[in-house]
Nanobody, 122 residues
Framework: QVQLEESGGGLVQAGGSLRLSCAAS????????VGWFRQAPGKEREFVAL????????YYADSVKGRFTISRDNAKNTGYLQMNSLKFDDTAVYYC???????????????WGQGTQVTVSS
């Protein structure tokens, strides 16, 4: 089993940037796909971004394409989500998740972090 812990959330003004980190421990991280998801109050959990185990493939939700960049450093057992040009509607709890399969479906993920709050002020 792998344990995940997000960090880097906080309060930022619209147009600003944040970099979220997802630190992994336990089982080896390198062969897991990593997805980022978010959930705002009163809304369903939604897909944000996905990266394959070797970083060779990435996929983004249309709402964040061109603004967010997903990456990973397997030597550090850490995944990242760089968020630029943040909007008020990006406000949510952000979760990282890991799975052996490359998928954007949250129900398919085996391991989840506790979430980190991102609040964008306008």
């Amino acid at each position: 089993q792998v344990q995940l812990e997000e960090s880097g959330g906080g309060l930022v003004q619209a147009g600003g940037s944040l970099r979220l980190s997802c630190a992994a421990s336990g089982r080896t991280f390198s062969r897991y796909a990593v997805g980022w998801f978010r959930q705002a109050p009163g809304k369903e959990r939604e897909f944000v971004a996905l990266i394959s185990w070797n970083g060779g493939r990435t996929y983004y939700a249309d709402s964040v394409k061109g603004r967010f960049t997903i990456s990973r450093d397997n030597a550090k057992n850490t995944g990242y989500l760089q968020m630029n040009s943040l909007k008020f509607d990006d406000t949510a709890v952000y979760y990282c998740a890991a799975d052996e399969d490359y998928t954007a479906a949250p129900t398919e993920y085996d391991y989840w972090g506790q979430g980190t709050q991102v609040t964008v002020s306008s």
